[in-house]
Nanobody
Framework: VQLVESGGGSVQPGGSLKLACVHT????????IAWFRQAEGKEREGVSGISNEDGSSLDKDSVKGRFTISNDNAKNTDYLQMHDLRPEDTANYFC????????????????????WGLGTQVTVSS
């Protein structure tokens, strides 16, 4: 299982970025992909998750209305569209897969995710 993130970069406050997570084709049909982030000196936190089965998604409160998670199963790719970026969004962003689809239960817990990418850095500053 491999997941590879891309799309990070440096933007000014109010700017936009679209992250992509390309993963190997999974043998299981039911899974969830989530985006996490980790700022320097802080714990990793869940941002957004999406269930492959029905497309239901879950977002961290602080990103609701600004970030949108989506997937393209034909391309084995998940996306995180980020608008109105703020300095507090600065972090290394990771995607991960959860075979139990716990985001469908309202959870974005690091320990529930089985495989991780190496991350892509997002920096928001003026």
């Amino acid at each position: 299982v491999q997941l590879v993130e891309s799309g990070g970069g440096s933007v000014q406050p109010g700017g936009s970025l679209k992250l992509a997570c390309v993963h190997t084709e999974f043998t299981l049909d039911d899974y969830a992909i989530a985006w996490f982030r980790q700022a320097e000196g802080k714990e990793r936190e869940g941002v957004s998750g999406i269930s492959n089965e029905d497309g239901s998604s879950l977002d961290k409160d602080s990103v609701k209305g600004r970030f949108t998670i989506s997937n393209d199963n034909a391309k084995n790719t998940d996306y995180l569209q980020m608008h109105d970026l703020r300095p507090e969004d600065t972090a290394n962003y990771f995607c991960a897969v959860d075979w139990d689809r716990t985001c469908a239960d309202g959870k974005l817990d690091v320990e529930e995710y089985d495989y991780w990418g190496l991350g892509t850095q997002v920096t928001v500053s003026s």
